[in-house]
């Protein structure tokens, strides 16, 4: 551990500059600093540092101009006056380090506990290229959940990337630290986006516990910072995911949520000058969407540039359960597969409220064998009919003996009911039994 500490030390060291270029604030105002002396150094998206003493401040460029730059502080701009010190610090990076399994941190790398961290070696740009897709290998193995419907119904496999689409208090929260707890992986990255401070502790300290943060990295910006940092802090939870992939390993990644990072980004984008469209969002979002999406996935095949996967889940909050809205719109395309969960289902009770009819994993039916997809179907036959005829069934309009298809699926629907809410840490192949035991029997041998 102390050859490692030197070296990270060392690279710390190494990292630092002597000088740096300087201008001055020339303007102040909407939200934004005008800053002259940079505009020939200065690139979109680079880093700065405004002020000094107390009142230093981080922020982005936005714009450039032939002699000023746009800049996007990081903090209010109570304080700031006209000619205070401007650093240039160049491109926003992050250099993850294994050291940081187990912490907290910004999506500047650095601790939000009361404990240094270092940074490791190798600085990551946070806007990277996603691997050459030529060169990525398919998608891999099914992975265990310790879910029943995810080990079944709805399979995640290794280097897949699911949407997670959920309203406010339907069990998303919920539904994540199952799978941050369970999910076969080598390493978990959380990326609490727009998140409540204090569910923050709360997710670390009772939701994940100690065993669970042995393997995780959560990277978090509260709703309470700046739209900059808020917006930074999903690719620096990729940026963190990336570091672990190219060593090889499996990284879940849990980004929580796409819709606060778009929203970040609107704020943004809206406040410099770009134009607002479906949902105020501005065109631009697509294409942030996603090439972040792109990051995640399967990794590079084989060679000296082999990699390990990323399989991640990305969660959309819905508001009314629309799931036609921009961003879920957007993520639907990209991804492998979407999880809807009903606010219907919730309130009667059920959790994970999974609605399976409206939920697509698209790793089927390669992640499954024939059996088990004939089960898959069966199952999903089941509960799409009794959903056809359930206010027949419920206003008691429905005679038994009239459809053989419905007489099975009122059969079958609480058992199919009960064991989509089923946690169990039995394997994939307990799970595809359990499936099986709440199907009816086949007529015949009934008969």
């Known amino acids: ?18 000088s740096r270029p300087v201008g001055r604030v020339s303007a102040i105002g909407a939200g934004r600093v005008t800053v002259e002396g940079l505009s020939g150094l200065a690139a979109m998206g680079d880093l700065v540092r405004i002020g000094s003493g107390a009142s230093v401040t981080r922020g982005e460029v936005l714009g450039l101009g032939r002699d000023s730059l746009t800049v996007l502080p990081d903090a209010p701009l109570d304080g700031l006056a006209l000619g205070d010190r401007v650093a240039l610090l160049g491109p926003a990076t992050l250099a993850p380090d294994d050291s940081w399994i187990g912490r907290v941190i910004d999506p500047y790398g650095q601790p939000l506990e009361d404990r240094p961290l270092l940074p490791g070696l190798r600085a990551r740009r946070l806007q990277a290229s996603p691997p050459n897709p030529t060169q990525r290998r398919g998608l891999g193995a099914r992975l265990n959940t310790g879910l029943a419907v995810f080990n079944t119904l709805l399979p995640i496999v290794r280097g897949q990337r699911l949407g997670l689409f959920a309203g406010s208090g339907v069990g998303k929260s919920t539904v994540l630290a199952l799978l941050a707890q369970r999910l076969t992986a080598d390493v978990v990255v959380i990326g609490m986006i727009g998140e409540r401070g204090r569910e923050v502790r709360e997710f670390v300290e009772r939701v994940l516990g100690p065993e669970g943060m042995k393997r995780t990295v959560i990277v978090a910006a509260t709703s309470d910072r700046s739209a900059a940092l808020r917006r930074r802090c999903a690719p620096a ?38 134009t607002g469209g479906l949902g105020g969002y501005p065109p631009s979002t697509t294409a942030m969407i996603t090439a972040l999406c792109e990051r995640a996935g399967p990794g590079v095949a084989e060679g000296p540039g082999a990699t390990g996967d990323i399989t991640a889940i990305f969660t959309v909050l819905v508001a009314g359960s629309d799931m036609e809205e921009p961003v879920a719109d957007i993520l639907r395309g990209v991804l492998d597969g979407h999880v809807v969960l009903d606010r219907a289902i919730a309130e009667r009770g059920r959790f994970p409220a999974v609605d399976v009819l409206r939920s697509v994993s698209r790793s089927l039916p390669g992640a499954a064998s024939e059996a088990e997809n004939a089960m898959i179907g069966e199952a999903r036959r089941h509960l799409g009919t009794y959903q056809r005829a359930e206010l027949m069934i419920q206003s008691g309009l429905y005679a038994a003996g009239s459809d053989p298809g419905i007489d099975a699926a009122i059969q079958a629907w609480p058992r199919l009911d009960a064991f989509v809410a089923q946690r169990e840490n039995g394997s994939v192949a307990d799970s595809f039994a359990a499936l099986k035991a709440c199907l009816p029997e086949p007529a015949s041998r009934r008969g």
Do not use: C, P, Y
């Open 1 to 18: 551990m102390g050859g490692i500490g030197f070296k990270n030390v060392a690279g710390v060291v190494a990292g630092l500059s002597v």
């Open 237 to 274: 939870a990729m940026a963190v995911a990336e570091h672990f992939r190219d060593q090889g390993r499996h990284v879940l990644l849990l980004a929580d949520s796409v819709t606060r990072f778009a929203d970040a980004h609107r704020e943004i984008a809206l406040a410099n000058g770009e």
